[in-house]
């Protein structure tokens, strides 16, 4: 068994960590999957995946999202084939892993999970000295509600694609809405505005942006970044925002949406669950003890 890390993945490898996780998803009955792109880590230069190989055979996978500063957390996932399991090769991964972040100056590490997993393996947490952070849930939505086919039309809303002259009004909503620093919020905005598989909207009232949305084009339509101007929510736009841009994606491409949201944001998931979004599973953010 040998050990490889890489600042970005290779089409190659891509499609040897799709198939490994869909084999995961299986036989762990889990669904979340990690975001296969360095292009929000901080340090653009720092290896992010670290894949596990027995000959030829990827048999594990390390992911390291690190979008904040070395004095944040970052997220880090980490699965190996359930039948390579317990053979100490997660560990040689999460003891790479940790010499790769020390080395950037990251020592605050959030473990990404499901609940799903640890409810299957009640002594995992015993055994690790982890405990639950924070969780959110990822939802999803297979196909448009028949109701959205008839989406009601407010003629002071308007859907549209982003432009770049938004940037500066759309970093400085998110930045408030999210409360992390304005240079985090220009690197989401800027690098999924010029990723060709991202698609970014906005939403206007009255010629006003005042909501934006970016959706990872890949296997699914992923959400995220979405957001709408505190002033005007708790008016039904979040739902109609959403809804409106469901029905331009389904236009090009019939795939399913996916989004993640904070259990505890009930307007959120209100307007995610208008839209035809169930709750797929519970993401849980595992921390050392102490």
Known sequence: MYLEEQVTLTAKQQSEVIRLLTAIHQADQSFRDPYLSNQFNYFPDMPTFILAYEKSMLIGFTMLYADGEVNE???????VLPKFRNQGIATLMLEHAQQILSSFGYHKIEYVSEKSFLQRNPNFLAKTALTIGESEYQMRCLAMPRDTQKLKTDVDLNVRKMQASDADRLIALQSEAFAIPEDESKTYIDESFNDVSTLTFVLEYKSEV??????DNGQDYYFFGLVVDAKFRNHGYGTFFIK????????????AFVLGVEKDNLAALHAYKNA??????????????G
């Open 73 to 79: 957390p970052i997220d880090l996932y980490l699965n």
């Open 276 to 289: 035809g979004f169930y709750v797929e599973t519970e993401i849980v953010y595992l921390v050392s003890k």
């Open 244 to 255: 409106t841009i469901m029905q331009i994606l389904e236009l090009q491409q019939h795939k």
């Open 210 to 215: 005042i909501g934006y949305c970016a959706i």
